[in-house]
């Protein structure tokens, strides 16, 4: 029905089609996906469920998609955006005038990401002298800071974190602390169980030794403030805190502003100096940029900005309060069942609750959950910490509180009666000894047949020429069971494996 013109080259048709077909296949494309609104997707999106919101960040969007980036002189519009909202997260964390952070200074990035990327390069440069830096993490840290430290050379130590209060000890983490170490990170909250570190020992710590310390507040630096006005017990975290040089904050996580924005904020502008890049030797223009891409769309950056204007500081306050009440509702949910228990007592916006002893197969849960619509994400077994069910509360979750506690219900029957997965029994002896060296790609197209991963032509074309989605699994729990089953190295390895099997050119 859409294109017959389309001669197998992708995206591009012969004689381009209609922009009404165009916008067709992305919807239709669309329509696939997992819902990002209505409540029921507790990871990857973040909905205010606000009406008008989404229409007015599009629009902001829009006017700024062409401009650049790349040189604020060209586009004041974009350097007048980002300085306010550096200046609101500034605010919001604890710094600007009046504080005793007054001059804080930061940048705007694509992601939290990439923050976390610049506060390790901003810490590493300003010791040239340290030939091999490092930096110490909690084991709960984001996985980021590991690919920070695999993209610019720098050796990570990890701390184990408690099973019980799944912290850091606050003196493991000075005792960490090298001669060559140039950060020290913690995190308000942990992503996988919405914890706060000890921020104020942690500081101390790494102020003593006379390092950096960045507070990872990626996930929870807009909503902590709010619901400590809310009256929750939030402990320090931001630039109150004595020793906190850096912190972080996604715009695209709790200030609901559409993919693609974070904040990364430094004490005072000389601690972000050796986070920018300029090049003068080479004869184009002068390169000075202060984050990771040159080229930079200004419509993230716009939508952001609309957003935060729109939604106002009363605005967050009352979405933290609906937050707060879904989170209190959803953990009570899961009190109730017999069979789970929480991981931590919620401290933050996740619920993240694991199977007691005769509990569910958590992944077996998982997809009973997601067959009843509630599409939550599993966080595999690690370090003596078990396997768990995570997730990300936002306001929109709200009105669906009263329908979760009985899906929750039925969803655990359901998975106690079905029984844990069983791996097949060469599945589970390859998990448990392979190793990544001895993956060959036939072993792993036959693993990932075994599994039900699309291994023949992902993204291919549909009869009538459209893009059609990559086949997946309606259930993962055996492909988690297997992940689950091998070693981090494995796990990496396998997931690079199948991942590159779905990612491939629709011709
Ligand atoms: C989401 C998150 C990140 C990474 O952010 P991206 O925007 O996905 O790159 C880092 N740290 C924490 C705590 C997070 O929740």
Known sequence: MIDETRV?????????????????????????????????????????????????????????????????????????????????????????????????????????????????????????????????????????????????????????????????????????????????????????????????EIAAAAARAGVRCHVDACFGGWTLPYLRRLGEPVPPFDFAVPGVTSISVDLHKYAYAPKGVSVLLHRDAALRAPQYFAYADWPGYTMINPVIASTRSGGPIAAAYATLRHLGDAGYLTLAERTRDAVAGLAAAVREVDGLRLMAEPES?????????????????????????????????????????????????????????????????????????????ELAALAGALTPDALTPELVAGLAAGLGLGAEPAAGSSPDGASTAAPLPERMALVNTLLDAAPPVLRERLLVEFVGLLQRPAW
């Open 349 to 425: 916006t996740v619920v993240c609750f694991t199977a007691t002893e005769g509990g569910p197969d958590l992944f077996v849960l998982v997809d009973e959950l997601t067959a009843r619509g509630w599409h939550t994400q599993p966080q595999l077994s690690y370090a003596g910490l078990p396997a768990s069910v995570h997730l990300t509360v936002t306001a929109a979750v709200a009105p669906r509180v009263a329908e979760f506690g009985p899906d929750l219900a039925d969803a655990v029957a359901a998975a106690l009666a079905a029984g844990p997965v069983r791996l097949p029994a």
């Open 8 to 200: 197998g080259a992708g995206a591009l048709s012969a004689d381009g089609v209609a922009a009404d077909v165009a916008l067709a296949e992305v919807r239709a494309l669309r329509a696939g996906d997992r819902p990002t609104h209505g409540g029921r997707l507790f990871a990857y999106v973040y909905d205010p469920a606000v009406p008008g919101l989404d229409e007015l960040a599009a629009a902001a969007h829009r006017e700024s998609a062409h401009v650049n980036g790349l040189d604020p002189t060209a586009f004041p519009s974009l350097l007048a955006m980002e300085n306010a909202l550096v200046a609101a997260a500034g605010r919001v964390l604890g710094g600007g005038p009046g504080t005793t952070a007054p001059d804080v200074a930061g940048s705007v990035t694509s992601g939290g990401t990439e923050s976390l990327i610049l506060a390790v390069k901003a810490a590493r440069d300003a010791h040239p002298e340290q030939v091999a830096p490092r930096i110490v993490v909690p084991a709960s840290a984001h996985a980021a800071f590991a690919k920070a430290a695999h993209y610019l050379r720098v050796a990570l130590d990890v701390v184990p974190v408690s099973p019980d209060t799944l912290r850091p000890d606050p003196a493991a983490m000075a005792a960490a602390i090298r001669p060559e170490t140039v950060l020290v990170a913690c995190s308000a909250p942990s992503y996988a169980h919405g914890v706060v570190d000890p921020v104020a």
